[in-house]
């Protein structure tokens, strides 16, 4: 009988699969879709000298921030990195490694490794220092710049719900990053806030099959802050 995929607690997940010197692809935009309770079962591990491959830094105090506060992020790349003043810090020192990456192209890194595309050609950069030292051709007379795609030895991810097997549905703005980051992962955990019997999810409601998940873990109650809360008073009033 094969192992079941869902483990008690985030701790349990992460046991035996995360060691020092890692590459880690986090899903998530922004604050909304981060894998929280993976997060901050990532930094009571311990482990050091990550390299996180996530569209952002988190804030501080919260998502990646709480990695950063604790040093154990050697390396980011990343595509948006402003609202994190611990990351700002680090960086400026000269103590963090930056590989700064437009969204898109960041994005399409991680699809085409775990498609198995080695690198593509995207005229996003071309003429930028995003494209310093990198290889370019053209194609119908215009300059494209060689990416070369990323993969993860673990990839952590969050969606809505799971069932047993792994095939997973994602709310709204989540499914941005999440699938991609799952895809790049050699072993990807996903947290969830329902998981429910393999067969009751209608096909056609799935965005990503269990196929490319190995561990689930429930997180019914996540905190899911917002990065800023504007307000404005009624027009009313």
Do not use: W
Not at 74 to 83: F, H, L, N, Q
Not at 124 to 147: Q, S
Not at 174 to 180: G, I, T, V, W
């Amino acid at each position: 009988m094969s192992q079941s995929k869902v483990y008690s607690s985030a701790e349990a997940a992460l046991k035996d699969v995360v060691s020092n010197g890692q590459t880690l692809a986090i899903g998530g935009f922004g604050l909304c879709g981060i894998p929280e309770a993976l997060i901050e079962a990532l930094r009571d591990s311990g482990v050091k000298d990550l390299t996180c491959i996530s569209n952002n830094a988190g804030v501080d105090g919260f998502g990646l921030g709480l990695l950063l506060q604790t040093r154990q992020i050697k390396k980011m790349i990343s595509s948006y990195v402003g609202e994190n003043k611990e990351f700002e810090r680090q960086y400026l020192a000269g103590e963090l490694e930056v590989e700064l990456t437009p969204q898109g192209t960041l994005a399409e890194k991680l699809r085409s490794g775990g498609a198995g595309i080695p690198a593509f050609y995207t005229a996003t950069g071309v003429g930028t220092l995003v494209a310093e030292g990198k290889e370019t051709r053209d194609f119908d007379g215009r300059t494209y710049v060689l990416e070369h795609s990323l993969r993860a030895d673990v990839a952590l991810i969050k969606a809505q719900k799971a069932d047993k097997s792994g095939n997973l549905i994602f709310n709204k703005t989540a499914r941005n990053f999440n699938p991609d980051c799952a895809m790049a992962g050699k072993i990807t955990i996903v947290e969830v806030e329902e998981i429910v019997e393999t067969g009751t999810l209608d096909p056609d409601e799935i965005h990503l099959p269990g196929i490319f998940v190995q561990r689930i873990v429930l997180n019914s109650n996540p905190e899911k802050r917002i990065e800023k809360t504007t307000t404005k008073v009624p027009e009313s009033l």
